[in-house]
């Protein structure tokens, strides 16, 4: 198949609606807007209804309500409207209901800025929603990667009956890419939904008795008892998602441990620091929850430092120190506030940090 | 081959067309491309700049700290963003609206009046055609038949007038 050059938006569009996404659901904020856009004219040509709510909250339980009589749901928004539907995606989380969530993120706190910003990490790792959930995370570093994955988190989404999230951010967004786009995949006729979905709820002619979908639990042991079942496919997702990439660790000296955009600067940070005779190498998490602990297990015994590289304060830093484990001082390089910074001042930082380290 | 270009003028003067349909044709003819627009707030009559990188391999960074071709439709454009070129690499300033000179002597700069040349051909609007045409022809990142391609889906339909006169405008100084 060909190539196409597409922005980023878009193409995150385009991928729901062939993974056979029934209903979309959204609410414009800068640096998603072209999404709910290129949603609202081609969904409804791909048999698929776009709906632009008034707010991420009507949103989000709007597809709550879709996603819960059985049709496949994606929604979108950036940080602040993230934030806003945090409630939904605890309660969707809680009927084990699936849907694909996109948040193109950008800089915070609050309504903050629309350039770039990855300090949404622990909103997506940890969420805002209450009570004990989780929600799978991953983030793409290119287009490509983006459309692949939210074509496959539908199915992720389905099997594990939980929302699954993808984290992109505003530059990814708004730049374009040569894409090779993945086969449409048929919307699921709603005769069929009893049968692909029978916990859906879908009326009683296809089965006996009601589907009742709900999130509250008076009684205390009942309650535990679904949150230790909604744990017990926590745990196979532990094992399951996890992804990564790693590059030259090895025989690096130094590791950089980031995601997204920030991952492709630190691979032109690499060649630079390489023509300051360091070596370097890269972690570069996928899968944000589960977290890739065991890359660090590829970690050679040359290393002398770890680098978490991140567009907030360092939201991702505990998890490195984690999977760190006291092997490896670790460290932080970070912009906030919609600044990305140059690979001339990553490798800058980095070769300070390290001649801190060694001193 | 890794090539960075840069693209840089006010809203509305279309420079930012030119690096998405350098990216096009160049995607087209076999090669890895990233095309990242600035974006923000304004619109026509506020400033606008676009990276495009060029490769055969892929592209680790979409982001660049200096390119090899820098493309100015206006003078805060030049003055902004002139230390970016690469020694020994290519300046293209709109000379219609950049009254004044380049100030680095390790470049090569090369003049172009697209206003006033486009305002010829009676097409005031294809000013960044012009450009495009003298950046084909002087550095021959892309072929004139791969952009004529891309100009004919973009001039389709109901645009498909204004196919004509810009191809001409790109084909000038071709």
Redesign the interface.
């Given at each position: 198949m060909s190539?196409i050059?597409m922005k980023g938006n878009e193409a995150f569009g385009e991928a729901a609606i062939r993974a056979g996404v029934k209903c979309y659901f959204g609410y414009p904020i800068t640096?998603q807007n072209e999404v709910p856009e290129y949603m609202s004219h081609e969904l409804p040509k791909a048999g698929g209804a776009f709906l632009q709510a008034e707010s991420e909250l009507a949103a989000v339980n709007m597809a709550f309500g879709a996603a819960a009589s059985g049709g496949r749901v994606f929604i979108s928004t950036s940080s602040p409207g993230l934030a806003l539907m945090q409630e939904g995606l605890g309660f969707i989380c809680s009927t084990e209901v699936p849907l694909v969530a996109l948040n193109v993120s950008r800089g915070g706190p609050g309504v903050g800025g629309?350039q770039p910003g990855q300090a949404d990490y622990l909103q997506v790792t940890r969420g805002g929603y209450n009570g004990d959930a989780k929600i799978p995370v991953f983030a793409p570093a290119g287009i490509q990667e983006c459309v692949d994955l939210i074509y496959e988190c539908f199915d992720i989404a389905e099997k594990y009956r939980n929302p699954v999230m993808i984290l992109a951010d505003?530059?990814m967004g708004?730049?374009?890419?040569?894409v090779e786009l993945p086969p449409k995949k048929e919307i699921t006729p709603v005769a069929d939904i009893p049968r692909v979905k029978p916990w859906a709820i879908t009326g009683t002619g296809q089965h006996e008795g009601r589907n009742v979908i709900y999130s509250l639990r008076m009684q205390p042991d009942v309650l535990e008892a679904h949150v230790e079942k909604m744990f017990e496919k926590y745990a196979r997702a532990e094992k399951e998602l996890v992804r990564y990439n790693t590059v030259g660790l090895e025989d690096a000296e130094v590791v950089f441990v980031a995601f997204g955009t920030m991952s492709?600067?630190c691979?032109?940070t690499m060649?630079l620091m390489a023509e300051r005779g360091v070596k370097a190498g890269l972690i570069r998490p996928i899968s944000l929850w589960p977290f890739p602990e065991k890359a660090f297990d590829e970690i050679g015994p040359k290393t002398k430092l770890v680098i978490s590289t991140e567009l907030s304060m360092g939201q991702m830093l505990s998890d490195v120190k984690v999977a760190a484990r006291n092997r490896w001082p670790v460290k932080l390089i970070h912009r906030t506030g919609g600044i990305?910074p140059?690979?001339?001042e990553i490798a800058d930082r980095a070769m300070k940090l390290l001649e801190e380290v060694k001193a | 081959m890794l090539k960075k270009l840069f693209f840089a003028g006010s809203g509305g003067q279309g420079a930012l067309a030119i690096g998405q349909l350098i990216a096009k044709a160049s995607m087209e003819e076999g090669n890895e491309v990233t095309y990242l627009p600035s974006y923000g707030p304004e619109m026509r009559g506020g400033t606008a700049n676009a990276t495009v990188v060029i490769s055969d391999r892929p592209i680790s960074c979409p982001l660049i700290n200096e390119c090899d071709v820098l493309v100015v439709m206006n003078l805060p454009s030049l003055t902004r963003f002139e230390p970016m070129v690469k020694p020994g690499g290519l300046l293209f300033m709109n000379s219609s609206l950049i009254p004044e000179k380049a100030s680095r002597g390790d470049i090569r700069v090369i003049e172009v009046p697209a206003n006033e040349e486009a305002q010829k051909l009676g097409i005031d609007r294809a000013a960044n055609m012009v450009m495009l045409g003298a950046i084909l022809k002087e550095t021959g990142i892309v072929r004139f038949e791969t952009v004529y391609n891309e100009l004919e889906h973009m001039f389709s339909g109901r645009k498909a007038k204004f196919l004509e006169p810009n191809r001409k405008a790109v084909d000038l100084y071709l």
């Open positions: 190539k050059l640096p629309i505003a530059m708004q730049m374009m890419e040569p492709r600067l691979a032109e060649e990305v140059s690979s001339i | -």
